[in-house]
């Protein structure tokens, strides 16, 4: 049973509300691209988590979403005229465009020297999927939309129908994951599916299914297991991407439903309902299929209700129900609003008063899930799920297992945007930080090979399911990406053009992407050597150590031709979130090597630091303790400090820092810069590493 003021949580959405704040941190499809087709057309009125805007596309296509009340005197833009690039307010004339600028005063004298300071709320939009997206939280967290293929699919692929249902999202979405209902709300008297439902009979033989429910990067996979015959199982699995979809288990080849649940305020909320086939447009047959009334309901015309709703009982027809269906309400989603609309006497559901069984475990995940998210934003955590939108690549699928088999052995789970899986890819180098991020390319759906020195290195990736191979050369067969993360650059130029190296085999027009850090003037020099074998060298160095690796959190700095460093970007974005380009090869390790510049010298005098505090009387891991949020705080103190407090620091890391400060200081005397501090640091890490002080 829920605690009450958890579903107070969980069911508020408005401004500084926990929920709100939490689906603030996601972009959110909101309207129909339909609804705003006509540059200059009428504009329209939009509410959503609570709040009211206005939405328009201006003269030049961009779609704006205004606050919906005039910074003067608070007239609804709704009643403006959409002209020239902005939005007039009806009632003095003030302008705005889709920035919130305001760009035009004309009833005031002083309009033009004033307009500056009268701009409106505004947020970013983006069109995708047949949907208009907004993103209402902090600029400075804005992330990346989401990558789901049912957001990427071309219209060709897709039937959409927007909706809105009156009452509270939650229960909406609760009913999107709950497989069990199926057997019963949307079954036939006599076992059969509904025509033109296309579920599979299985749902409808065996109707207490066994839960699998496995959390994930994006959400959750909720597998229902069901008998298939003597020998098998029918495995129904939905794939739930949090905050705000379902996508809904699907026959083999067969397009699949995702539903979109964004709060429109705490009592109402849209659906947008969308057939997708990820990998060809529908055809004519499902197109009737979409049109049919079951799986999309008929529609008022030029609204967004069903046409069977709750004012007229959803045309329930007792006599279908006594003879031929389970309901008598024709249409799936319509029988999932009559039962979802009103889960008891208000819009909202009170979840204190329920009684859950073991059929209900999806519903309590997910709810968990939500909560826990929200709850830890309230601490100050942000959703890590809205800063890894490549985890949102996965689909649902219906499959058939033998016995004994379970889906969620299976990596990853559930169909693969077709778009990643196909693609092969090699990677050199399974040290600490090369091994996560190749573990996130596969898990991100690609098909990778993967070479170590140490044979043993590579069981983990083949256990995730990548190819093991005997050296570089073989990785790079066929691949059309291959990257790099080892040692120096040494090692880098021996696996790229050493024997059996990647240069012999990989196919012309290959990306050579190295994550190694390595002198720019070698980076240049291998680059050249590629481009006589037609390879396209981005050179693409990262830091963030093995934690952001494993949470995809990197930075990365690329250098090399724009288009090749564009062609890198995708696959890159598996691990890393900050990927900036820095210009032509070895651009991107000149930049790396500003990090360390910092890094290795915040190291030396961290060390210098703490000999200083204990000298002074100071227990130094304290000390340490008290410097977090201060202006001495750094990634240095929350990785080593400690350590080095305690008299150790990483043989490796000095290793590195001598490595990377020896580039340091031979570019600095290269280019005619003194860097008398960084020479004073390398000597001491090498001193450390003379004395065995490490
Ligand atoms: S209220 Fe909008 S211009 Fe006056």
């Not at 109402?268 to 309902?273: A, I």
């Not at 201060?630 to 590195?656: Q, Y």
Request: glycine content about 8%.
């Amino acid at each position: 049973m829920m605690k009450a003021e958890d579903n107070e949580l969980l069911v508020r959405v408005g401004p500084g509300t926990a929920m709100g704040n939490l689906f603030r941190r996601f972009w959110l499809p909101v309207m129909l691209i339909s609804e705003l087709s006509e540059a200059d057309g009428p504009p329209v009125k939009l509410r959503a988590l609570g709040e009211n805007f206005v939405a328009f596309r201006d003269s030049r296509g961009r779609v704006g979403i205004l606050d919906a009340y005039c910074t003067h005197r608070r007239a609804h833009l709704f009643w403006g005229r959409n002209e020239e690039c902005g939005i007039r307010c009806a009632y003095h004339g003030w302008k705005f465009d889709v920035d919130g600028n305001c760009v035009d005063l004309p009833n005031a004298p002083n309009g033009d020297r004033i307009k500056a300071n009268m701009k409106t709320r505004a947020f970013p939009t983006m069109e995708r999927g047949g949907m208009v997206w907004a993103y209402f939280g902090p600029e400075e967290l804005r992330p990346e939309p989401p990558e789901a293929e049912v957001f990427e699919a071309p219209d060709s692929h897709r039937h959409i129908v927007k909706m809105v249902a009156h009452g509270n999202y939650l229960q909406f979405a609760e009913g999107d994951i709950d497989s069990s209902h199926v057997s019963f709300l949307h079954s036939r008297l006599d076992g059969k599916p509904l025509p033109g439902s296309r579920l599979s009979t299985f749902a409808f033989q065996d109707r207490s299914p066994r839960w699998t429910v496995k959390p994930t990067d994006y959400g959750l996979m909720l597998a229902a297991q069901r008998d298939a015959g003597p020998d098998r199982y029918s495995w129904r699995i939905n794939q739930w991407l949090l905050p705000f979809a379902t996508m809904v288990a699907a026959p083999h080849d067969s397009p699949f439903i995702t539903n979109v649940r964004v709060p429109i305020d705490d009592e109402n909320s849209m659906q947008f309902r969308i057939w997708t086939h990820p990998d060809r447009p529908l055809n004519e047959a499902e197109r009737t299929t979409a049109n049919a009334g079951v799986i999309f309901p008929e529609m008022i015309p030029g609204t967004f209700e069903t046409a069977a709703n709750r004012s007229n009982d959803y045309l329930i027809d007792r006599e279908d129900q006594r003879h031929q269906t389970f309901t008598g309400i024709q249409s799936i989603p319509v029988q999932d609003l009559a039962v979802t609309q009103e889960q008891g006497p208000g819009p909202i559901a009170d979840r204190s008063l329920e009684k859950l069984t073991m059929s209900d475990i999806a519903i309590v995940t997910m709810r968990k899930r939500l909560l826990d998210t929200a709850k830890a934003l309230m601490d100050g955590v942000e959703p890590p799920e809205a800063s890894n939108p490549h985890a949102y690549r996965y689909g649902s699928a219906a499959r058939r297992r033998c016995r004994g088999r379970d889906p969620s052995d299976d990596r990853p789970m559930g169909r693969v945007a077709g778009g990643s899986r196909m693609i092969p890819l090699a990677w050199i180098g399974l040290g600490r930080i090369g091994t996560p991020m190749a573990e996130r390319l596969v898990s991100a759906g690609y098909n990778l090979t993967v070479f170590d020195i140490v044979p043993q290195a590579m069981d983990a990736l083949v256990t995730l399911g990548a190819r093991a191979a005997k050296s570089p050369g073989e990785a790079a067969a066929g691949a059309q990406a291959i990257f790099f993360c080892v040692s120096d650059g040494e090692a880098v130029e021996s696996a790229a053009f050493g024997p059996d190296g990647v240069a012999s085999r990989a196919p012309a027009d290959a990306l050579l992407v190295d994550h190694s850090t390595t002198h720019p003037e070698l980076t240049k020099a291998m680059s050249r050597r590629g481009e006589k074998f037609d390879l396209h060298w981005v050179d693409a160095p990262v830091s963030g150590g093995i934690l952001a690796a494993k949470n995809g959190d990197l930075a990365a700095w690329l250098g090399g031709r724009p288009e090749d460093a564009d062609r890198a970007r995708p696959f890159i974005a598996a691990y890393a979130r900050r990927i900036s380009y820095m210009g032509l090869s070895g651009s991107g390790q000149v930049a790396k090597s500003c990090n360390q510049v910092i890094v290795a010298n915040t190291i030396a005098i961290w060390a210098e630091m703490l000999a200083y505090a204990t000298a002074n009387g100071l227990d130094p891991v304290t000390l340490i303790d008290t410097l977090e949020g201060s202006g001495a705080d750094s990634g240095v103190r929350r990785t080593f400090a400690k350590g080095m407090a305690n008299g150790t620091f990483p043989e490796l890391s000095t290793r590195n820092m001598i490595k990377d400060l020896t580039i340091i200081t031979d570019l600095a005397h290269k280019s005619a810069v003194p860097m008398p501090i960084s020479s004073i640091a390398l000597e001491h890490f090498k001193t450390g590493i003379a004395r065995k002080d490490v």
